[in-house]
């Protein structure tokens, strides 16, 4: 009678346990528009280039994860054919640099995070390079995976600066773009980019837990629905879709 009670108990479980939603519908993604810089922004951390001028901030606002945040981000974009450009503006946070390893406490530090699909294709990812995630740290540093997932620096994908007032700070970021060809070790060319052209594109900032608090804030570009909150590592179909355009 025991046996039958935990054969019961088991078949219970297993039809109670919640499973993995099918991966979200790219057509349901949002969609920006993201205009062509005539000439493309000096990576100096200053807001003050001719092409920053003429794009308008979006707000990095949509809580991922933890408490609710009185942070107050926003972040421009601009491309040229070599790159995705980055520009955000923290206006009551300044983020510090850590000296540590980056390959080994990349994660246990505030940061940037950019998640880029090349094709805008959608879909799960869980190794090779059909989806680039970078940890972008205030140190210099550029972290990413390699297929296996494991970090590897990628300083050469992205140039950034970060320029700090008393009250604020402004990250300026620009990001070469490769496709799910690229090989780690190998000589490989970035995407030129062009009109028409669209981009799966998500950003994040982690906000490292205090003592006080329970777990890190994280505040991201997109809003995520209830059935696929922490799936943005798995499912790029979340990514929003930017739109080149002239």
Sequence with gaps: MKYLFLVFALLAFSCGKKEDPAPFPKAEAPQL?????????RIDGKPDDPAWQKTDWLKLDQ?????KSDQNIQYKLTWTPDAL??????????PQPNTGNPLEDYDRQDRLVI???EN????????????FTYNVLPNGFVVGYDAEKLPKTYNNHINHKIFRTKQEAY????IAIFDQNFKPGSPNMAVSLSP????????AYVSMASEEKDSNTILGSVAIPEDYKNRINLDSGLF???QLVE
């Design 63 to 67: 809580l991922w994860q933890g408490q």
């Design 33 to 41: 528009e993201v205009s062509k810089a005539t000439i493309a922004p």
């Design 120 to 131: 805008n294709s959608g879909g799960l990812y869980d190794s090779g390079f059909e989806v």
């Design 196 to 203: 028409n052209k669209e981009l799966g594109f998500a950003m």
């Design 85 to 94: 450009y980055v520009l955000v503006h923290f206006k009551n946070l300044n």
């Design 171 to 174: 990250h300026e970021l620009r």
């Design 240 to 242: 929003a879709t930017l």
């Design 115 to 117: 998640y880029l699909d």
